[in-house]
């Protein structure tokens, strides 16, 4: 498997970053239109982290983490490492030793469809991470790949300086050229909501606030006492 490393690919502006990093990947997904998630299937190693960042992309062979080493140098200030293989694998690909390296260039985290390991050191050492499987199972490094290149995960194309958000609910990716317009939408989808959580404090219900019961009514669902329900009587 030959490779590229490409070494200056366009990147979000990191104060659009930065911004996307105050909302939730739930809220951004929904701003988005409901796209750019990944698969529920890559979760996070610790609980309650929220990171933004532009990612840095990684092509390799599964079982293999060569170009993991070869990416640590393309990586600054205000990056994600996005790593996935060219068919599945869980080894553990990824751990300490690359998060102390990559800590030290201002990364944020990782996102990974294969495995990581060391997961108790990279908690205590905060360096957050999100995986399809935890593995103690070592690799090689011994095939060429690629780093900076468009990446499918889940059917999601990544592309190099888009840019990823990942909480406790997943991952989602936003397109670089979109990462201002996201921004605004994902303000305004904020402000909605916390319309909405007024009313409901107040206690309006989400049937009459959101128009649903003529909803029910148009699919046919009916309200009956309990006893036209099950032909009792009292």
């Known amino acids: 498997m030959s490779g590229v490393i490409v070494t200056d690919p366009p990147k979000a502006e990191l ?3 930065d911004a996307l ?7 951004v997904g929904e701003a988005l239109g409901r796209t750019g998630l990944l698969s529920q299937e890559i979760r996070p190693i610790q609980q309650g982290v929220r990171v933004a960042g532009t990612a840095v992309t ?3 062979w599964p079982g293999d983490n060569l170009m ?6 393309q990586c600054g200030e205000g990056d994600i490492l996005v790593v996935t293989t060219t068919s599945p694998s869980t080894d553990g690909m ?20 294969a495995g990581i390991r ?3 050191e990279l908690r205590d050492m905060g360096f957050a991470a999100w995986s399809r499987a935890v593995s103690s199972q070592g690799t090689v490094k011994a095939t060429g ?3 900076n290149v468009p990446i499918a995960i889940d059917g ?18 936003v397109p670089r050229e979109r990462a201002r317009a996201t921004v605004a939408a994902s303000e305004a989808r904020e402000a909605k909501e916390a319309r909405s959580r007024a009313a409901f404090l107040d206690g309006e219900l989400g049937l009459d606030r959101y128009g649903l019961r003529e909803t029910l009514k148009r699919l046919g669902v009916e309200y009956k006492t309990y006893d036209a329900y099950t032909g009792e009587s009292s």
């Open 15 to 17: 104060k659009d970053v």
């Open 21 to 27: 990093a105050g909302f939730g990947v739930a809220t």
């Open 58 to 60: 990684v092509l390799s």
């Open 68 to 73: 993991i080493h070869a990416a640590v140098e």
């Open 94 to 113: 990824f751990g300490e030793l690359f998060a102390t390296a990559l800590q030290r260039r201002g990364v944020r985290g990782v996102i990974t469809n």
């Open 118 to 120: 060391d997961t108790q």
């Open 145 to 147: 790949g690629s780093v």
């Open 156 to 173: 999601q194309v990544i592309r190099p300086g888009d840019v990823i958000l990942a909480d406790d609910d997943g991952v989602v990716v």
